[in-house]
């Protein structure tokens, strides 16, 4: 078995394609205007949050960040404490 694999050869490399720089720049255009045109077809299949959902999902937001803020402050406090307890011995 050892043997068998000792003489396998490596797979042959895949061709390399030569790119036409001239071609490719001349299609540079098309393809950066294409690549618009997806995006605003894609926007408008999106489907947009009416105005009521939009507060409600902004004011969650704004409340899970306060909470987090507070609680990373606590958190922030409580290690300092435990810091310059342990630094006073």
Do not use: C, N
Not at 63 to 86: M, P, R, T
């Amino acid at each position: 078995m050892e043997r068998a694999l000792k003489d396998r050869k490596p797979p042959p490399a895949p061709p390399k394609r030569k790119i036409d720089w001239k071609q490719w720049f001349k299609e540079l255009p098309g393809k950066i205007a294409r690549f618009f045109r997806d995006v605003v077809h894609e926007l408008k299949r999106v489907t947009w949050p009416t105005k009521k959902a939009l507060i409600t999902y902004t004011i969650v937001v704004l409340i899970a960040l306060a909470f987090f803020s507070v609680l990373l402050g606590v958190f922030d406090f409580l290690f300092i404490q435990l810091i310059d307890l342990l630094a006073r011995f």
